[in-house]
């Protein structure tokens, strides 16, 4: 396993095909391609559709298509404009999200941005938790020093398909969300604890639980708020 | 598991007087394994609950290391199996860690003053552990013993359990990775089941 970095090869697949997991440098896929098996490079790139059986790790994961990962996907650098789905946890440094993630694991990193649609069905656990709602975004749990969730555009076409579309409703939904900072705008959850807490304009929280400061919009609904 | 004392997240943080991003990024650091988040539901919805002599010892741990140690240098050092830790035979007796009955059985040859490595002690904590509870005789403990010292390493400190399941007076040991699932079959007991994790964890804490 211990290769030198510079004796690595590189994937570049054009077109239709299949290739073995392996060590690479980089990986470039411009068309439909699947990867056997677990997968460890310097750099990902999907431009097309990918798909990996195993788990992949990368140093720099970019997706400007769609990629499907059966296993684990773990990279320093994490930037998906397309639309990606995790079978299992996705771990990284600093993940950017502006399209759609879809985790059937945890996801942990020490930054994380979203603007788009997110399902991430264990826990969303960053340092720092920026979210801009576009669509519905749902995690399980969201946990982390601070957690900002702003309402993004939504255009009168929009708001007009969303009868038809759920997932275009602008809205995050969350069981437990548990941070130092809390910043909240439309968000339906059923707990929140936090130090410093706001919430905003549309919210439906069951259970607010701070410790030294709440703030509540009026145009939010908060069911039961505790100082501890 | 399911019989220890628990201690809920919100008492956790009041009585140590952590934040939320502090317990979230030791858990992104690995500093507290994922096993010991114990989900449960409650009247006030789900809560998340913990080992409460486990957590409590880890929290006072990395509160007293983070000083002069990063975090993940400070992983490194929580490491499952501590190298640094070395025991002498006397003392693993006069401590009550090990039983002197035990000692006596096994490790007769070795003089008062011989230093056991931290694994070597580690499977004479499990096989005391299962022979105060009467689940296990001795000459069951030399079969484990010899498992132990043949395939522990392996794990190579991933988390594992011991299994000890008996048919008909016939005995097995089993060492699997956790978390996993078995089924044994009808007939056959499962007598025991061991975190190993937990185990190091409990014997850690006891020496210090």
């Not at chain 1, 409703?169 to 929140?192: F, H, K, S």
Request: charged residues 30%; hydrophobic residues 40%.
């Amino acid at each position: 396993m211990e290769k030198a970095k510079d004796q690595r090869p590189d994937l570049n697949m054009s077109g239709v095909g299949q290739a073995a997991g392996g060590l690479y440098r980089s990986v470039r896929i411009d068309g439909v391609c699947t990867i056997a098996t677990d997968v460890e490079c310097e750099t990902m790139d999907i431009h097309g559709i990918g798909k990996a059986r195993g788990n992949v790790k990368a140093d720099r994961f970019q997706c400007n298509g769609k990629m499907n990962v059966d296993g684990a996907l773990d990279a320093k650098e994490l930037r998906i404009d397309g639309i990606v789905r995790v079978n299992g946890p996705v771990a990284g440094e600093r993940i950017e999200v502006n399209g759609v993630l879809t985790a059937d694991g945890d996801c942990e990193a020490e930054k994380a941005e979203f603007r788009g649609w997110f399902t991430i069905k264990g826990l969303l656990n960053a340092g720092n938790v920026d979210i801009m709602l576009y669509g519905k975004c749902e995690a399980r749990e969201i946990g982390g020093e601070t957690i900002r969730v702003e309402r993004g555009s939504s255009s009168v076409w929009k708001r007009l398909w969303q009868w038809a579309m759920p997932k275009l409703i602008t809205r995050l939904e969350a069981d437990v969300i548990e941070g130092d900072e809390i910043v909240l705008e439309d968000t339906t959850a059923d707990i929140v604890r936090g130090n410093l807490v706001r919430i905003g304009k549309g919210c439906k929280i069951g259970r607010v639980e701070y410790r030294s400061d709440l703030q509540v919009h009026p145009q939010a609904k908060v069911s039961e708020q505790t100082q501890l | 598991m399911s019989d220890r004392e628990l201690i809920s997240k919100k008492d956790l943080l009041e009585t140590t007087g952590i934040s939320y991003g502090q317990l979230y990024r030791w858990k992104r650091k690995q500093l507290i394994p994922e096993e010991w988040f114990i989900r449960k539901s409650t009247f006030t919805g789900q809560e998340t609950f913990f080992p409460k002599d486990l957590i409590m010892a880890r929290i006072d741990r990395i509160l007293n290391m983070k000083e002069d140690l990063s975090l993940d240098e400070l992983a490194g050092k929580l490491s499952p199996l501590p190298d640094h830790i070395q025991l002498r035979k006397d003392e693993l007796v006069k401590r009550n860690i090990v039983s002197g009955v035990l000692m006596e059985r096994f490790g007769p040859r070795d003089a008062g003053d011989t230093i056991y490595s931290f694994e070597q002690a580690l499977v004479f904590y499990v096989a005391d552990r299962l022979l105060r509870n009467g689940e296990m005789s001795l000459d069951e403990a030399q079969q484990l013993l010899d498992t132990m010292k043949e395939h522990f390493g392996k794990f190579e400190g991933k988390p594992c359990e011991l299994y000890f399941i008996r048919k008909m007076g016939v005995s097995v040991f089993l060492l699997a990775s956790a978390p996993t699932e078995i089924h044994v079959e009808t007939g056959a007991k499962l007598v025991a089941r061991l975190s190993l994790s937990e185990m190091i964890e409990q014997l850690q804490s006891q020496l210090t």
